[in-house]
């Protein structure tokens, strides 16, 4: 059986299913506006990395995001954007009270190149 979009009612539940989880949802918030590396989430989200790498490694395996790395650093961003009109129907939906992001960024607990940049010393 298919919807007139032409999908099975298993691809949409997968989707669902993917983001039936609070730090899912808070990573691809955090990817709302361009590429982070997990140093960074991990400082802004206070989880450890193991933990975040496990969430992103399901959301990769969904396609919905990728990543690329650069020396020490593995940055990762939304490839499927639309996820965020779907996010933002949920949220719209919500009966819950919303609240104000209370992520505060750690930057003295991230060494990656967005918090930290690189200063170049002159000779």
């Given at each position: 059986?298919?919807?007139?979009?032409?999908?099975?009612?298993?691809?949409?539940?997968?989707?669902?299913?993917?983001?039936?989880?609070?730090?899912?949802?808070?990573?691809?918030?955090?990817?709302?506006?361009?590429?982070?590396?997990?140093?960074?989430?991990?400082?802004?989200?206070?989880?450890?990395?193991?933990?975040?790498?496990?969430?992103?490694?399901?959301?990769?395996?969904?396609?919905?995001?990728?990543?690329?790395?650069?020396?020490?650093?593995?940055?990762?961003?939304?490839v499927r954007p639309e996820i965020y009109?779907?996010?933002?129907?949920?949220?719209?939906?919500?009966?819950?009270?919303?609240?104000?992001?209370?992520?505060?960024?750690?930057?003295?607990?991230?060494?990656?190149?967005?918090?930290?940049?690189?200063?170049?010393?002159?000779?």
């Amino acid at each position: 059986m298919q919807n007139r979009q032409g999908c099975a009612p298993g691809q949409p539940a997968a989707i669902f299913k993917t983001l039936a989880h609070p730090v899912r949802i808070a990573i691809l918030d955090l990817l709302r506006h361009g590429e982070e590396c997990v140093c960074h989430m991990e400082a802004i989200l206070d989880k450890r990395q193991a933990y975040i790498s496990q969430q992103l490694a399901i959301l990769r395996a969904a396609q919905i995001i990728a990543d690329r790395r650069d020396g020490m650093n593995i940055f990762y961003r939304v490839v499927r954007p639309e996820i965020y009109v779907l996010l933002d129907a949920a949220c719209a939906m919500s009966t819950l009270p919303t609240t104000t992001p209370s992520a505060v960024i750690r930057r003295e607990s991230c060494p990656c190149p967005k918090c930290t940049p690189v200063v170049a010393i002159a000779d």
